[in-house]
């Protein structure tokens, strides 16, 4: 079935919800990441009969049951997790979200092409907004937020989590201003914007992740059918060969010291260590795995191992061998949910891609490429698979996708 996101009808109000929805990014994504959850919940407030019709027309095939089918075994692997509880429960949570999501997807989908074309407009200027606070925060050092909080305590970290969302939505945001609303040198201004604040912000998984969609962009543009085929390829195979990378290439016996002190920071070295140790625990149950959100129980995870400056000195500190999660969402699915989970996210990534591939405007196809690589890249180097947070992120650029969606050429600008 081919993906349809054609526009129908929409009201003022559903509208004006949408609106101020998108509205709250301006400071959500800088300030407070996790409020991408209630942002995305907000968009539901605009669907209609037609909006949950839509919603169910995407997740009634092949997609739809394996999307399905990993949530229910996510449900229930939180029954073999240390705390079944809580696991059963995070998972179910994560679960609606997901229903939620696709639902606020379908109710921006319906809407007609003005109510796009102003949506968008509205979407440029939050950017524009995002950027401002990142960069001020970047040239303070975190002390705006420090302020808003009242606190003397770092944040610039924390803030700068938020350029994932900024790297979700540029790619639909960038493609609707330049093709849909007839603006290539505001899209210009805002690419080149959005990349000086990747660079410059201290989060290195966003800026990869914009950088690999950045790089997909023009090839999906022009060889969309080869380009979504070895995405299809890629992603799914590093998903099914996650546990195998760091057994066999990327570990420190293959790496050697000096190997491991190449990499770029102290970061990139305690990640190479936690995926080696995750891929040993993954080995003793690779079938259903430990149990939802169980990585931050693993027996040995709070273990301290030795992390090196680039001089070779020893960074004092350390650091457990296995935080919160694994920094490698495929990972932490073999980790959590076994070889049932990770072949149900494969099939996922396989069909969502092949659906995506068949929308019939090349524009949005291309920028739905690029939007997905940069979710598949940062998905697997940093956060963890479950977060809510950074799920919504996902849904909220695929909002941005969507809106580019063809717009009547009368209302755009000459």
Known sequence: MT???SPGGAGRRPVLVLALALASLAVVAPWASNGTVPVLCALVLAADRAALARAWSWVANPFGAALGLLGAWAIAAGTWSGEPAEGVQKAALMVVMWALGLVGL???????????????????????????????????GGALLQAVRGTTEPTINSIGRGTVVLALLSFGLLGGVAWRLGRPWLALALGLAVGVTMLLLPMAAAALGWLAGLAIWPLAWAW??????????????????????????LNPQVLGHEGMLALPNISWQHRVLIWEFAAHRIAEKPIAGWGFDEARRIPGGQDRVTLYLPDGTVWPPGAPILPLHTHNGAIQVWLELGAVGAGLAAAIVCLLLGRLARLPDRAQRAAAAATATAFGAIFLVSFGAWQTWWQASGFLGAVAVVLMGAIPKQIQRA
Not at 106 to 130: D, F, N
Not at 224 to 249: C, D, E, N, S
């Open 3 to 5: 993906l349809s996101i």
């Open 106 to 140: 379908a109710a921006v989908a319906g809407l007609p092409g003005p109510a796009r074309a102003r949506l968008l407009s509205l979407l440029a200027g939050v950017a524009a907004v995002m950027i401002v606070l990142f960069l001020a925060e970047w040239a303070t």
């Open 224 to 249: 969309p059918r080869a380009t979504f085929l070895a995405l299809r390829v890629l992603f799914a195979g590093l998903i099914l060969a996650a546990p195998m990378i760091p057994l066999k290439l």
